[in-house]
């Protein structure tokens, strides 16, 4: 089995490198055994998430930790005999036996994309953090999207949304334009574009909610604003205010008002309105428009004002100079010599005092760069010191590996070898199944023959015992033959009966035998060991838990 437990060895790796290999996997540790299950489960179902390490303190956790693996094996397909004693108490056989299932599960993509991209190094930290994004963001591609309004019933494990309650609160004023343009006059139409608040900014208060309001004005739309309140979706609103729109009205005649109110009807006295407010509205557009055209062209003249500007204005400075030095010619020539003579003087006193400030701090940068460049020198031989110190480690390093690479490479068997050895292994069990086949033929037609051979030793009995008991009556030595046959019948059905019951015994044998030495290979006696350490930590944490009790008593 050391061949069968390196292969399982290497595919536990490749799962996930965090897990050690070992010798055999009967040296795993009950957190290797947590560790490689719960990687495996991962891959297989990762919508499902189990705890990929073993708690350290209470013992109820770790059962609770191992009995969910148990019944996450066991939803993925394993029907062996597995319980919390897999994890906590592990054994070589049904934990090879759990390995081998797990990794024959595991899919194919995965399994294919490894062959062919890691056959010789493992996934770095970046490639394993691009996979998880991956593997993230297609769990969460494939949740269904389900409405604000309707999350209260989502169910949030299966589909990943919120399962708290958001109430219907709709916007009872929302004022949208209609869908037809047809029905949008021009006024109504540009108040929409220029003046009246988006769908977002009327929804923006914390009760109102967007989705809801939509689906109100919807209705509203559907069914009219002239509904009686009882079919209005929400009873406790017993009026709808319209949409608001600015109102800009001229004072009229107190008289004429009463009149017109007597005359004409709400409906067209509304309307009334309506044209005065849109007569009103063409009024303050085109006084706009002029304004605007008019604030532009100002515009444009102040920048062209201002570039004029700042053109003239260094020409300007330019001749008010020329004609201050021309005013008075010969003095002013006279005043520029004797302040260009000055400013000779005072450029050589200045060159003067520079050379002899100049020339200690040159003295003093030369000995510095001498000083650096020395240090500089000092610090580069250290370097390679330093340097050929380490070429000298990675040098014996890299010996150390070669050699353990060659006794690796002669202690351990070629790919081509663990082919041979599983062609092999297929190999001899073919030819044990057609042992065990022909094994099996042999048997049914000993039981045949067995069947016919008794079928005829059963009829000549009948037949020999109605000869004798006939002869019997008139002849004293066919009744002794008589009794004899009779006994020899008895004698051999016991015989028969030995015989079957010693096979039956022997075949019983060979079972125990075999329960036997898979007991052994259980090692009972160190789960035992487990189990009672186990137990007592359990009762001395039960009288810390009594005597807590007693205290707060």
């Not at 869908?179 to 923006?204: C, G, H, M, S």
Request: net charge neutral; glycine share 4%.
């Amino acid at each position: 089995m050391d061949e069968v437990d390196k292969i399982i060895m290497h595919q536990l790796h490749q799962v996930d490198p965090a897990i050690e290999p070992t010798e055999e996997l009967a040296e795993f540790s009950p957190e290797q055994v947590v560790r490689a299950v719960s990687s495996c489960l991962a891959e297989i179902r990762p919508d499902v998430q189990h705890p990929r390490t073993l708690p350290g303190g209470a013992m109820a956790q770790r059962f609770g930790v191992a009995s969910s693996l148990a019944e996450g094996c066991k939803e993925a397909g394993y029907r062996g005999d597995i319980g919390y004693q897999t994890f906590l108490y592990p054994n070589a056989v049904e934990l090879r036996r759990l390995l081998m299932f797990l990794i024959e599960q595991l899919p194919r993509e995965r399994q294919a994309t490894e062959d062919g991209v890691g056959k010789s190094q493992s996934l770095s930290h970046r490639e394993l953090l691009q996979r998880k994004i991956r593997k993230e963001l297609a769990t969460q591609l494939k949740t269904p999207w389900v409405p604000q309004f309707a999350r209260s019933v989502g169910n949030r494990k299966s589909l990943g949304c919120s399962s708290l309650c958001i109430d219907f609160r709709p916007h009872i004023n929302l004022s949208v334009p209609s869908a037809n343009p047809e029905e949008r006059t021009k006024e109504v139409q540009q108040y929409f574009d220029q003046l009246a608040p988006n769908i977002f900014q009327q929804t923006t208060s914390r009760s109102v909610d967007l989705i809801a309001s939509v689906l109100h004005k919807n209705e509203l739309e559907r069914w009219g604003y002239g509904l009686p309140d009882s079919l209005h979706l929400f009873s406790g609103i017993e009026e709808l205010t319209p949409p608001l729109l600015p109102k800009v009205l001229q004072p009229v005649d107190k008289s004429s008002t009463a009149e017109a109110e007597e005359e004409f009807s709400p409906l067209q006295q509304l309307s009334n309105e309506v044209q005065e407010l849109r007569s009103q509205c063409e009024t303050l557009l085109m006084e706009r428009k002029s304004h605007a055209a008019a604030l532009a062209a100002s515009k444009l003249r102040e920048s062209k004002a201002t570039e004029e500007i700042s053109r003239i204005q260094p020409v300007l400075k330019l001749h008010e100079r020329t004609s201050l030095v021309l005013a008075d010619s010969e003095q002013n020539l006279n005043k520029l010599e004797a302040l260009l003579k000055s400013t000779q003087a005072k450029r050589e006193t200045l060159t003067q005092q520079w050379q002899e400030y100049r020339k200690p701090l040159l003295e003093t940068l030369e000995t510095l760069k001498t000083a650096k460049e020395a240090q500089h020198v000092q610090g580069i031989r250290s370097n390679i010191e330093q340097l050929e110190q380490e070429l000298q480690a990675k040098t014996k390093q890299h010996n150390e590996l070669n050699a353990t690479l060659r006794t690796a490479s002669q202690s351990l068997a070629p790919r081509k070898e663990y082919t041979r050895r599983i062609h092999e292994f297929i190999g001899n069990i073919r030819k044990q199944r057609a042992d065990i086949f022909k094994v099996l033929d042999d048997t049914r037609q000993l039981q045949k023959q067995l069947n016919v051979v008794g079928a005829q030793l059963q009829r000549q009995f009948n037949y020999t015992d109605d000869l004798l008991f006939q002869s019997a009556k008139h002849d004293l030595h066919a009744k002794r033959a008589y009794k004899l046959l009779a006994q020899l019948h008895a004698s051999c059905s016991e015989l028969v009966e030995c015989v079957s019951l010693t096979g039956n015994v022997t075949k019983q044998i060979r079972e125990l035998e075999v329960q036997i030495d898979g007991e052994k290979l259980k090692n009972v006696l160190t789960s035992l060991q487990q189990i009672t350490g186990d137990i007592q930590k359990f009762e001395q944490h039960i009288q810390e838990l009594q005597g807590q009790i007693s205290t707060v008593e």
